[in-house]
Each structure stands twice: as C-alpha cells, then as structure tokens.
C-alpha cells in the first residue's frame, strides 16, 4: 500500500489561507488504512480547521467528500458538482490522487494535505515500513525477498556497507541491516550461493532515472 503522512497542520492552513469555501477530499483506498486520509480523518481535519480559522476570525466552509478512491476519474466525479461551487479542493489522497483531481478538475486547484511516503505494509499496530520503491526490476529472487533499494539507506547490491555492526544499520540504530537479513534469510534458505553469482550492473532507466514510467496492459497477457 501507499504510505502518506498529513502535513504539518501550520503548512495547511496556509495553503488554504485565501479561501473562504473548500472541499476536503480524503481516499477510502490505502491512505484510510494508515489513518492518514480516510473519512474519519477528512472529519477531524475539517474540526480543526474551522477551530483554527474561528481563533483568527475567519470563517470558512468545507465540504467533506471522502470517494472510495481518489485515483481514478470514476470515483471522483461524484463529487463534481460539489467542487464546482468551492474555490479550492484539499487533497487528504496519496500525491496520485492530489495529480488525479488536478487533471480531471482543470479549473479547480486541488492542493496536497499529505506527504506521500513509499509503498510497505503495517509491521505492527500504527507503524507502517517502507518495503518497495518501486524501481522497476525487482531483484526479491535473488536477495531472498527483502530489498536492496528500498530498505538500505545505501541501496547497495554488493553486501554491506562498513557501517553496519551486529545487524543494525549505521544510519538508524532503530533499523535493521537489511543486508544482514538478506545474508541471514539466504543460509536458512541455503541459498547463500546467490550473493557469489556476478551479476551485470544495474540498469537504473527502469526506475525514476529516466522520466516518467508507463505500464501498458497487455490482454495478450491473459
Ligand atoms: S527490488 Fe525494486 S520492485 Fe523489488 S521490492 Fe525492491 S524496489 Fe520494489
Ligand atoms: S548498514 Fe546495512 S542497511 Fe545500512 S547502509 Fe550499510 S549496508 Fe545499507
């Protein structure tokens, strides 16, 4: 799933500072199960601002609108007439989603509530880890399942780095050498052979190097 975080309260409230009538948008996707922008958020987030904007004596009118994706133009258009009569729309969505509403909405400018974080999965109750960055070539075959890129700050290929000491990564005491786990995971696997193989360089065009990426489906692939 996709990670985001609500921005600093300070930095939404500027951003909406000139409208007096907005739509606040949340996702019912991957952003409600991290409790960042679901429709409970969306509620909450309309509370405090209006409790905000009363302490600076201004008003302001949301309307709260929480479709159950805000990725994609069949879910959003729901709430079409509603945006039509409010001067900007705040985006509680993943950045996909703030993108999704600028394209579909040309005339409405939607404005990011959210930092959107990475792709990873709940490790336990309210921590959510990063676990994929999305990098086009995925090497989990060789690396026993856990990623090079995504959960080393180095994003090395060749084992690691001098800094990591009994398996914690010199860049977070708090965070696992994963190259440590690859290690540990391929013996109980016994399949440390895979860190021996010579493996040609890594060609980074899959990932964001190289512009924007598009997957074409294919129903040959069916
Ligand atoms: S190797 Fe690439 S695709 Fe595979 S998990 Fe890591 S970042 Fe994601
Ligand atoms: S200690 Fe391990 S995870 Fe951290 S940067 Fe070095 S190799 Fe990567």
Redesign the pocket.
Known sequence: MIVADRKPFEEILDSIKDYKKIMLMGCGGCVTICFSGGSKAVELLASQIKMAKKKQGKEIEIIECTPERQCEYEFIDACKEQIESTDAILSIACGVGVQTMNERFPDSITLPGQNTKFMGYPVKHALWEERCAGCGDCVLEWTGGLC?IA??????FN???????EG?????KD??????LIYDRLKRLNKLDNLLAIRQPRDWRTSTNAGQRKVKFEEAML
């Open positions: 090079p959960r080393c700050a180095k994003k090395l084992g690691p780095c001098g800094g990591s000491s914690i990564c010199e860049v977070d965070t696992d050498c994963v190259w440590q």
